[in-house]
């Protein structure tokens, strides 16, 4: 069986969209499989919808709750890095049970 995927947050960036609007923050999201490694840029938005997709679809919420924002400058959200790639290593890794709560694996 091959080793679970390792999943990580090492850093942010600000970014704004192209409209002008307010800037946000990006997430940095680090996957390591065994043969390759990816890097995807999510917002916390994203990470609220995966968190309700997976609870609607399993019946029940990851194992981890999802950490809430915080503000800073005025104008961008942080959530603290280790805890948000918590929630995104415990809803990737665990399976719902018989009963739809989740166990680990």
Partial sequence: ???PAEISIPTTSVSSSPDGGKPYTLYNITLRLPLRSFVVQKRYSEFVELHNAITSVVGAPPPAPLPGKSWFKSTVSRVPRPTLARHARLACVSEP???GRRRQQ
Avoid: T
């Fill in 1 to 3: 069986m091959a080793p």
């Fill in 97 to 99: 049970a018989v009963d």
